[in-house]
């Protein structure tokens, strides 16, 4: 039995994909299964900006030049992945859409599973499936994006343990995590060096804030520290970045143990906590090279009200304390939280403006609502009224009102008059923002 998972495009392809490269171990350490693995976005990418691989060796050695590669690819990309996505949702064929299929026909596989990780993967995905199983091959499909009108065109499965049933039907299976990335050639990636994502463990371990969906219903649970060590060592990792949503103090601490001897450089994200003050020196002696906090608001009363379980005065001394012990930091705000006011919103300004030199990207977003976020599941707490959803051409968005303060439009005007300011605030360029992991390099 041969089965090939495929990262479809459209998303950026600076580092390989994880999902398809954590299934496949996954799948052959249960089965006798032939698994491969097959990034496509990567593929995609490198055949449609061959110039800006080219100016990637031009541009690698220092940080304007490289940004700038950067820069012209995210804008040229954006207009290419906008294009063809428009295109395939009125039914024609997206660009070298014969030359992406032939690469997975010429597998000759069984089956293929192709994950959807962004809802910008998720009509190309759909396509090639469609001309898979017309050629015979059976097709199933995962992720966080294989959702909604997905689901009544092709057969998704939550979890490595519903595909290793699919494939081998077997319910009992041993939980191993050894990601192995020899699958991908490193010419594919518009990236100075390799840069391997890695998980450090499931779900979160604050699962609190009242905004959030990411944790799922999913329990947090931590993967041993050997197994990610031997899955750094037996790929050859110089430079890897955790995809956990936040991890914890303690937690923090035990992995910078395991890394400090294997010299690589790392980047992470997680909540700045009382409990991280003091450990920085030792976090950068461990290779801790960037890391993003979770901040959201200077206002201590939108902090509670979120459930971020943070402070804001602890937070500027988190900020102070990273920074000075030379770790890069990207902060994530989030302004028009239900009950955030103008007197709300502008302290969050000046909390940036006092925090400015401690602080070297600011991620500045507006609150969204999501189905199944705390915020969405209880909105009288929230003051929040009116919910409504309507489907856009990549999915689903919500609507909603608010009882007192700012409401959605007023809080993205507001944001929107501040951009010029939270803009000149960044120490870094800007595509490190979009591109997280890229600020690992300088
Ligand atoms: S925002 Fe981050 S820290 Fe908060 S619950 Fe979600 S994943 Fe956890």
Redesign the pocket.
Known sequence: MKLLLVYPPFCPPTVPPHSITYLASFISANSNTEVKCLDLNAKFHRLRFPDIYRRLEKARESINPYSEMLEKYSSSAKKVHRKNNLRLSEGEEPELFQELLEMILREKTDAVGVSMVYNSQVFYGLRLIEELNKAGIRCVAGGPAAVGFVEEKVEVLKDGAELLKYLAGKEKCTDIYAPDYSHYPASDYLSKEMIYPLRSSYG??????A?????GSVPYRKINVEEIESAIVKNGMRNLFFI???IPAERLSELAEMLRPLKVKWWC???PTEDLLGMFPKLKESGLTAVSF?V?SGNQRILDSM???TDAETVGMVLEESHAAGIRNIVFMMFGFPGEDEDSFMETMEFLRKNRKNIDIVSASVFGLQKGSYVHDHPDEFGVFGIREYTTPLGESIGYRVRAGLGEKQAKVMKEGFSRELREMNQLPKIFCLLKEQSLFF
Do not use: A, P
């Not at 905004?211 to 944790?215: Q, S, V």
């Open positions: 979160c371990s604050h699962r609190g804030c905004f959030c969906t990411h944790h956990d949503d936040n994200q997680t909540r979770g959201e459930r971020k379980g």
